[in-house]
């Protein structure tokens, strides 16, 4: 068979669920939910203002439908177990105290959190289901002055700092997956970087989720002061369940006088099965704002899981030369759908911003880049690249672009250029003839087509993104 | 809401004393009337809130509530309508003022006798009935927006054109909307039929002017049906006056290894809003949608356009460009959707728009929808100044920065004016760039 035809897709090999006993509230949303989980949580008396305030502006929302590409059975908000905790000893001084059953499930998961065994300079915030097991490397980031912990110790150990940037890049009320967000989050990761010091390694969090019933509503909150500098991944995974469970996060940014966060994301939540059966349902929020000048936000994504992706990580150029950058690489494969892409919103005086995005459609998948580029008027000189290409595998996926490209000062400079190809039976025909692999060939052409996103990412996630893009379309010539 | 309910009881009473004038007319066509009518009731005019009119807001066009023009006035004596005549469409051209048909300005001479160039109310009452029957509303019915129902509603004013199989139509086909302004401030509907069929061609100039600046409203429709093989290049010409209002809609549908052309140029009106739909709908279909605008203060100018590709190997180009100045705003939202069978498709959009002014504001959205694998599909848009670097040529060639910039200006809008086939069309463009142009120099 000459045509380019995708057979199978390798089977979804974190698609184990951890036999653990779990601390769960019971199903439902309500007023006392939120109180309950605050309680579970033992919060200061204005973090539950904050979730009841979420909580009621989230009843007089709607669901955003009728302007994403994405189509999905209505949400039964009532059925989602909003808490679940694996079980385990009130204190976590040390590794050895957590759960030797969730060290194996994230050794399994290729994050061991001994921190002898990790890779070197790479410290981690593990979250499983709704709560935060393990922080790694914490004492060595604190004799640098960085912060990095869960998001419940930093609401206890640093109130000031949480109540000061907590909602202020992403309000309660910015959109109804936030407003949700906001009333019910567990957990996360907070990161603070004090004023002149870079990182000296990589940060990251890994979400894992469990529980069949369960969604996961976790919050990050990055703060980089007048010129310090951090760069953060974070990646995820999920059981496979013929039910769609619901993850809503909110991850908000902020960077002052030049500063600059990398920010960089491998997601692979479980994307139901080739009938599209079951899933995550990846609703994010995700924004930064560039605040002080000359500071900058770099977004970088590798989507290649989730039954349905629904997210634009966001630049908010507000300090004057301040960059914003927004690389991402979207797969879709059998049913998955994907509405993503990027905001960036230029306020300041010769803000800039990149956007480079690359689509692949395989199966009968539908894949969307949406994306706004808004010069206000104040921002003389701004300027804005923007590339959109979608590569299409198979006669029965989309590829989808809509830019919204809304400029107002006339010293701005925007271009967007978007291009929708396929893998071309010439490349395919040079490559083989060359000795290569058709399956080789294959994955060449599309890691070549993803390269300019690829180098942005730092390197093991890089490798690690390669290769998953490798397992994702397997056999895909045939 | 109260206000939107009060809208539709205005035209619906000038609606009912306008369908009672209407006597005489095929059956069908009061039904089509009718049911636009409760189509557009239905629907009521577009706000900000839907997605399709997020940058346009026509509130202050409803408000206004324009009663419909061609309610028993009599004809306007009106003076110098040939300064609107296209040269080329001389003796070929129907001239409509108010929305009503101006036989002494009209002129069929240079059409031959087998093409039926005829005025709509005429067309509707005479043998024409059942081509109108078969294709009127077609395109432009359930498909359509509100402005269109309405249309359909107060349908009367415009013309059928259609050339026989294999019959090739010289001359350029002139069809003059003037308004000539009187006491009271109205709204005009006209309604254009093209029928092109089996490897015809014709070219049509659609002009829509205004002897006087005034505040009124026109709402117009074209349909166009492009037969096997044929050919339809299409001109439309918008220049109405600074204060008035121009909604239209173009619609048009190709058949297998037709070709459609659409060349619009925006000049005047306060807002307006231009819908443009081509359905490429049999394999060698093609078509080239390219376009201009050219607005200044105060003026709003947006362009939606979707372009479908139903079946295989089919092609489809399009170039928008955009010249904006003073407190000025256009929109342009371009779709091109590539439908799971449509193998082989070959299309490009771009939309580039130049702002001369700080006050000016662009909202584009070029977007692309494929379900199919086997395409070439590329769309870029742009928005900015002229290039330094070419500016800096010029200058280090000696000319006045004034005079560098107004030379890039027109270089920029040329690429769009020099593919228009008929001299009268690119000179009256030329004029009205070189009038702005040197109206910055001035200022």
């Known amino acids: 068979m000459s045509t380019i035809e995708l057979l199978t897709n390798k089977e979804y090999k974190y698609g184990f669920v951890t036999d653990i006993e779990s601390d769960v509230i019971p199903k439902g949303l309500g007023e006392e939910t939120v109180r309950l989980i605050s309680e579970k949580k033992g919060e200061p008396e204005w973090m539950l203002e904050f979730r009841l305030k979420a909580y009621r502006q989230w009843l007089k929302m709607s669901e955003p439908k009728h302007w994403p590409n994405i189509s999905y059975p209505e949400v039964d908000y009532q059925d989602i177990i909003y808490y679940s905790a694996p079980k385990q000893k009130a204190t976590k001084k040390s590794l050895d105290e957590v759960d030797p059953e969730l060290l194996r499930t994230f050794e399994k998961l290729g994050i061991p959190l001994n921190e002898q065994k990790q890779l070197a300079n790479v410290a981690v915030d593990a979250v499983f289901d709704s709560v935060s097991v393990a922080t790694t490397y914490k004492e060595k980031l604190k004799a640098h002055g960085v912060v990095f912990c869960s998001f419940t110790e930093a609401i206890k150990d640093y109130p000031d700092l949480v109540k000061k940037y907590l909602g202020s890049v992403v309000p309660v009320g910015d959109n109804y997956f936030a407003a949700l967000n906001s009333a019910v989050f567990s957990d996360g990761s907070f990161v603070f970087v004090p004023k002149g010091v870079r990182c000296p390694m990589e940060l990251s969090t890994y979400f894992r989720i469990n529980n069949q019933e369960s969604g996961q509503f976790e919050r990050t909150l990055i703060v980089a002061e007048e010129g310090a500098h951090v760069s953060y991944l974070e990646g995820c995974t999920a059981p496979k369940f013929d039910k769609n469970q619901l993850h809503a996060a909110v991850v908000e940014l902020v960077a002052l006088d030049d500063a600059e966060i990398k920010y960089s994301t491998v997601q692979n939540w479980y994307a139901g099965d080739e009938e599209g059966k079951g899933g995550i349902y990846n609703f994010v929020t995700k924004r930064g704002a560039c605040r002080g000048r000359n500071s900058k936000i770099s977004w970088t994504q590798v989507e290649t899981g989730s039954a349905i992706t629904w997210k634009y990580p966001s630049c908010i150029l507000q300090g004057d030369n301040s960059i914003g950058e927004f690389y991402s690489v979207a797969l879709t494969n059998h049913a998955q759908q994907a509405d993503t892409g990027t905001k960036m919103i230029h306020i300041g005086k010769n803000t800039r911003s990149t956007i480079v995005s690359k689509g692949i459609s395989a199966g009968k998948s539908n894949n969307s880049y949406r994306g706004l580029v808004k010069v206000l008027p104040g921002a003389e000189g701004a300027r804005n690249y923007t590339q959109c290409d979608s590569m299409l595998i198979g006669g029965r996926s989309g590829a989808n672009t809509f830019p919204y490209i809304e400029v107002m000062n006339n010293s701005a400079r925007v271009e967007h250029e978007a291009t929708t190809s396929r893998i071309s039976e010439e490349q395919l025909f040079y490559l083989q003839q060359r000795g290569i692999s058709q399956e080789d060939a294959v994955s060449l052409i599309i890691n070549g087509f993803c390269k300019d996103v690829f180098r942005e990412l730092p390197m093991e996630f890089a490798v690690e993104a390669q290769r998953l893009l490798g397992l994702k379309l397997e056999n895909s010539v045939g | ?443």
């Open chain 2, 1 to 443: 809401m109260s206000t939107a309910v009060k809208e539709k009881s205005i035209y619906a009473d000038a609606f009912r004393e306008f369908a009672a004038s209407r006597e005489g007319e095929p059956a069908w066509v009061g039904r089509l009337r009718e049911g636009a009518f409760g189509y557009f009731e239905e629907l009521g005019f577009p706000t900000t809130d839907e997605e399709d009119w997020k940058y346009t807001n026509v509130a202050p066009l409803v408000r206004k509530a324009f009663p419909p023009a061609a309610l028993g006035r009599d004809e306007v004596e009106v003076v110098g309508v040939e300064t609107f005549v296209s040269a080329e469409a001389g003796r070929s051209r129907l001239v409509f003022v108010n929305g009503v048909y101006s036989p002494e300005h009209s002129s069929r001479e240079a059409l031959p006798p087998e093409v039926t160039v005829e005025e709509l109310g005429a067309a509707l009452a005479g043998e024409h009935g059942e081509v109108l029957w078969n294709h009127l509303g077609r395109l432009s019915g359930e498909r359509g927006n509100a402005f269109e129902a309405l249309n359909a509603a107060f349908l009367g004013g415009g013309a059928l054109l259609r050339v026989p199989k294999g019959v090739v139509v010289e001359a350029p086909v002139q069809l003059l909307f003037l308004t000539a302004p009187g006491e009271t401030e109205a709204a005009t509907f006209p309604r254009v039929l093209v029928v092109a069929e089996r490897d015809s061609r014709l070219d049509l100039i659609e002009t829509h002017a205004s002897t006087a600046d005034a505040e009124y409203l026109t709402d117009a429709v074209v349909e166009v049906f492009v037969g096997e093989g044929a050919r339809v290049t299409h001109y439309k010409v918008q220049d109405e006056a600074g204060s008035a209002y121009h909604v239209a809609a173009t619609r048009a549908e190709v058949s297998k290894d037709g070709t459609y052309d659409l060349t619009t140029v925006t000049l005047g009106a306060r807002l307006s809003r231009h819908e443009i739909e081509v359905v490429l709908t049999s394999p060698g279909a093609a078509c080239h949608v390219d376009g201009l605008y050219l607005v200044g203060d105060g003026q709003h100018a947006d362009t939606h356009s979707l372009i479908e590709h139903r079946e295989p190997d089919c092609a489809s180009r399009q170039t928008y460009k955009g010249i904006l100045d003073g407190k000025s705003r256009a929109v342009f939202n371009g779709r091109v959707y590539v439908h799971e069978g449509a193998r082989g498709t070959d299309a490009q959009q771009s939309n580039k728009n130049l702002l001369l002014s700080t006050d000016a504001r662009v909202d584009t959205k070029p977007q692309l929808e494929i379900y199919n694998d086997d395409v070439k599909c590329a769309h870029g848009a742009t928005v900015g100044q002229l290039e330094e670097e070419e500016l800096f040529y010029l200058l280090s060639r000696g000319l006045h920065p004034d005079l560098a910039r107004n030379l890039l200006t027109y270089g920029f809008a040329e690429e769009i004016v020099e593919k228009i086939r008929f001299g009268s069309i690119r000179a009256q463009l030329d004029e009205a760039i070189l009038n702005r142009l040197h109206a910055r120099l001035e200022a």
